[in-house]
């Protein structure tokens, strides 16, 4: 197994562009999360999904969409960029959630710099 | 939502020497409490965890100790050698919530040979 990859593992945008951030597992998850991480704050849930066409925001979506249309694949979504978005992305899944105690898979990250 | 601090936010130990992290949290229905490592350049891996009917766990030279009615579990590793040098979060969980993890700020340890 792959576990989970994400795609590019580096990018470089101007402000007001946008671009797609891939992810992808291959460990039949239900469950898939994009975070943010910034210097001194962790990592920051942006969205979440509990399985195909189930999404949900986490405490800091403004500025992200996404959408989960099979098991596998989680893209995140930049629509216009901006400087604050400047940051390392990372992809995560597990298997199920609710009710269970479940380890969480994260990707290699993405390092988005916008100037 | 969960409030989550972790203390100290740097940490430089002699190889061999003890490290001792502690995360505090505020959601008294939190009752999953993981560490992740991050090595440079990594996404986190979980190294430990614990459930709430549990107040330590260990396993070779790390340890998680819980503390439910404080609100705070630590992470201690004991023998510190320089791979375990890296980034170190706790995020504690209700499991009963969809809410994806709520990650404290980080811990950098530092092992010096």
């Known amino acids: 197994n792959a576990g989970v990859t994400q795609t590019p593992k580096f990018q470089v945008l101007k402000t007001g562009q946008s671009m797609t951030l891939q992810c992808a597992q291959d460990m039949n998850h239900e469950y898939m999360s994009w975070y943010r991480q910034d210097p001194g704050m962790g990592l920051r849930l942006i969205h979440y999904?509990?399985?195909?066409?189930?999404?949900d925001q986490g405490e800091v979506p403004n500025g992200y969409n996404v959408s989960r249309s099979t098991t596998e694949d989680f893209p995140l979504r930049l629509l216009s960029a901006a400087p604050s978005q400047t940051s390392v992305y990372f992809c995560?899944?597990?298997?199920?959630?609710?009710?269970?105690?479940?380890?969480?898979?994260f990707g290699p990250g993405t390092r988005l710099t916008v100037l | 939502g969960e409030n989550v601090e972790q203390h100290p936010s740097t940490l430089s130990v002699q190889e061999g020497d003890s490290a001792v992290i502690k995360c505090t949290y505020s959601?008294?229905?939190?009752?999953?409490f993981p560490w992740y490592k991050q090595e440079l350049g990594k996404g986190p891996q979980l190294i430990i965890d614990?459930?709430?009917?549990?107040g330590e766990k260990k396993d070779q030279r790390i340890a998680v100790t819980l503390n439910k009615t404080a609100k705070h579990f630590s992470l201690h590793i004991t023998e510190t050698q320089p791979e375990d040098s890296a980034v170190y979060f706790c995020a504690p969980k209700n499991s009963g919530s969809a809410r994806q993890l709520t990650f404290g700020s980080g811990t950098q340890l530092t092992v010096l040979p």
């Open positions: 959601d008294s229905a939190s009752n999953y």
């Open positions: 614990i459930r709430s009917n549990v």
């Open positions: 995560a899944s597990n298997p199920t959630d609710v009710g269970s105690y479940n380890e969480q898979f």
């Open positions: 999904s509990v399985g195909a066409g189930i999404t």
